[in-house]
């Protein structure tokens, strides 16, 4: 598994880095409104598959997760950060935390194996893992890790 630390770099900066054509106005002006500009990330990759990782538990990013858009370009390889899918860390009162996935076209995903792997070990890394093991809920299913 590999871990790519980026938080030092925005999402929205590294889009528009990489982008050969300008970014239309609309989403421009939402991200910057919004702090969408400062947001760190990571990138992991596990067994060939890369996601962008999104720490949510403060629940800011909420609004953001039915932004079709907004999440397919930032999946996209040439003109976004490049990955398989978004997985989204939330906060949970009952489990270790909760996950969402994205696929690269932007839409909620089902359950994604490597991506349940690589949000473990982000989780992991931001100290949440008490007894190196997780329960989590991911797409309204209870599963250990």
Do not use: Q
């Amino acid at each position: 598994m590999s871990i790519f630390r980026l938080s030092d770099i925005s999402l929205f900066s590294l889009v528009n880095r990489l982008s050969r054509t300008r970014p239309d106005e609309s989403t421009e002006n939402r991200m910057s409104d919004t702090g969408l500009t400062g947001l760190p990330f990571c990138k992991y990759e596990g067994a060939g598959n890369d996601f962008i990782m999104i720490d949510n538990r403060s629940g800011w990013f909420n609004d953001y997760g039915n932004d079709v858009k907004l999440l397919s370009k930032m999946c996209h390889r040439r003109f976004g950060v490049g990955a398989d899918g978004i997985m989204e860390l939330c906060s949970h009162p009952e489990y270790t935390f909760a996950a969402r996935y994205y696929n690269a076209d932007g839409k909620h995903g089902t359950f994604c194996g490597n991506g349940a792997r690589c949000i473990i070990s982000f989780a992991k890394e931001l100290g949440m893992l008490v007894y190196k093991e997780a329960t989590f809920l991911f797409c309204d299913k209870v599963y250990h890790g």
